[in-house]
């Protein structure tokens, strides 16, 4: 999920054989584009792999094995080019129109706004999020932490023993990242320190309108106050990710939700999109 507004996102649906897991042989991803007031179904790609990021001039990029599809949509015209590439990058992320990033477990690809190209892999990244073109941060195994400066990756000292799996970068002076399971990092430019260990299982973070949103797995959206404790926000969805470029969106298993206060929350609700999916039969 990747975007300013749910209606000005990018977001993929994995579809599956309800009679087994999801396998390469019996799922697909389903790439999808918010549009102003509707969600336009724009490419298939077999497996359980695929990854979304929405410019904020409102292109779409959506990479599958071997390429990287980017879609303009202009009403009822939509415009396609083909990126292709020498691998798997399942995870996007970037803010500029002429920067952004895309990775596997072992290579990376950068985005200058007309090219997606092989940038140097500071190592296994999970996650990232950045406040500025300098000050970019990628965060993954074993407590790796990275920093785009520009031009190049500087590794910067652990933050912490554990994988780090979501981060969330306010500016040089503040920034916030989770460690597996359930320990919530604080950090800076000049380090990381351990804010609390909430012992539950943690999949994203984000400061939004001066709180801090915590996506417990399985329970909900909750606030980490003043005092260290995640206090519920909501449970009516269960969040697996939060996205904060605009507004406060968030992914669910069934939902899309967005808050552009924090207090009131919209959700589009993903069962809405399946008459888009089974206009077509699946792939397996």
Aim: contains cysteine.
């Amino acid at each position: 999920m990747s975007g300013a507004t749910a209606d000005q996102s990018a977001f993929t649906v994995l579809r599956w054989d309800a009679r087994s897991s999801p396998t390469h042989e019996s799922s697909e991803t389903v790439f999808f584009t918010g549009d102003g007031d509707r969600f336009l179904r724009l490419a298939t790609s077999q497996g359980p792999f695929g990854g979304a990021w929405r410019a904020p001039s409102g292109a779409a990029h959506f990479s599958m094995p071997g390429r990287i599809v980017e879609v303009r949509a202009q009403g009822e015209s939509v415009e396609r080019v083909t990126h292709d590439v020498a691998g798997l990058f399942p995870e996007m992320w970037g803010r500029f129109d002429d920067e952004a990033f895309a990775w596997g477990t072992s290579s990376m690809l950068r985005w200058n706004g007309a090219t997606w190209a092989p940038c140097a892999w500071p190592g296994e990244v999970y996650a990232m999020h950045g406040a500025s073109r300098t000050q970019t941060y990628a965060v993954g195994r074993r407590g790796l932490v990275a920093r785009w400066d520009g031009g190049a990756w500087r590794v910067m000292e652990p933050a912490h023993t554990g994988d780090l799996l979501a981060v969330h970068v306010v500016d040089e002076h503040e920034m916030y990242a989770i460690a597996k399971p359930g320990v919530i990092l604080e950090g800076s430019a000049l380090g990381w320190r351990v804010r609390v260990d909430t012992g539950r299982t943690l999949r994203g973070i984000a400061k939004f309108q001066g709180r801090l949103f915590v996506a417990v797995e399985g329970e909900g959206l909750y606030e980490l106050d003043a005092r260290n404790e995640l206090v519920l926000v909501k449970d009516t969805f269960k969040p697996h990710q939060i996205e904060c470029r605009g507004d406060l969106l968030i992914g669910a298993r069934e939902h899309v939700v967005r808050s552009v206060d924090g207090a009131r929350y919209v959700a589009y609700v993903l069962p809405k999109l399946r008459e888009l999916i089974e206009r077509k039969p699946p792939i397996w």
